[in-house]
């Protein structure tokens, strides 16, 4: 089945500690892209990626981290999260830059 | 970058009435308008979507209208069904996407 799995689903945590969630698209897509939601500023782009190895800033990057090593995988990485972080999370992947995008399940984080 | 404004942020509608919901955006570069649906708890998933060269586009209930002269794009959806019932997100953005704010729409039965 066609899809985007992200990881993990909810997740809590404190202040500083460092934390990953995964991304994972069985479509060989070449674009993904991560988003946050917040309610009444809908989703806001966080990082995308063209390709492998080609990551850019969205337009909320400040505090998250990205890579791009293989075509399937787009972590998203909190060095050290901090409150303003507690967010919904989704990844996405497209064929291509400008076409649809399959979202993930979507990762409630909470920080503490 | 670019600014994507939508409107209205609620709408209700009496089932089988039409929903109107429009986006303007700011960048002339923008080639590519993707719409969303959010049921609550879920992902979005695009419903209909119309690139730069088109006007206008069709999908059964659902269809998108385009003016570029303008900036702005609209959702029609008519004859609404209770399932229809939803949070819709437009977007515009050539490889950077700008999601606008949402409307939340409720069908009544």
């Known amino acids: 089945e066609a899809q985007v799995t992200q990881n993990p689903r909810y997740l809590i945590t404190v202040t500083g500690k460092k934390l990953t969630v995964t991304c994972s698209q069985n479509?060989?897509?070449?674009?993904m892209s991560w988003y946050r939601q917040d309610p009444g500023l809908g989703l806001r782009q966080i990082y995308y990626s063209m390709n492998v190895e080609v990551t850019d800033k969205g337009d909320v990057p400040e505090g998250y981290k990205v890579s791009r090593k293989e075509k399937r995988n787009f972590p998203l990485i909190l060095e050290s999260p901090s409150p303003n972080q507690t967010s919904l999370y989704f990844c996405?992947?497209?064929?291509?830059?400008?076409?649809?995008?399959?979202f993930g399940n979507g990762t409630r984080l909470t920080v503490t | 970058g670019e600014n994507v404004e939508q409107h209205p942020s609620t709408l209700s509608v009496q089932e089988g009435d039409s929903a109107v919901i429009k986006c303007t955006y700011s960048?002339?570069?923008?080639?590519?308008f993707p719409w969303y649906k959010q049921e609550l708890g879920k992902r979005p998933q695009l419903i209909i979507d119309i690139r730069s060269n088109v006007g206008e586009k069709k999908d059964q209930r659902i269809a998108v209208t385009l003016n570029k002269t303008a900036k702005h794009f609209s959702l029609h959806i008519t004859e609404t069904q209770p399932e229809d019932s939803a949070v819709y997100f437009c977007?515009?953005?050539?490889?950077?996407?700008?999601f606008g704010t949402g409307t939340s729409l409720t069908v009544i039965p």
């Open positions: 960048d002339s570069a923008s080639n590519y």
């Open positions: 977007a515009a953005g050539s490889n950077q996407f700008y």
């Open positions: 996405a992947s497209g064929q291509f830059f400008n076409s649809p995008l399959h």
């Open positions: 479509m060989n897509h070449e674009y």
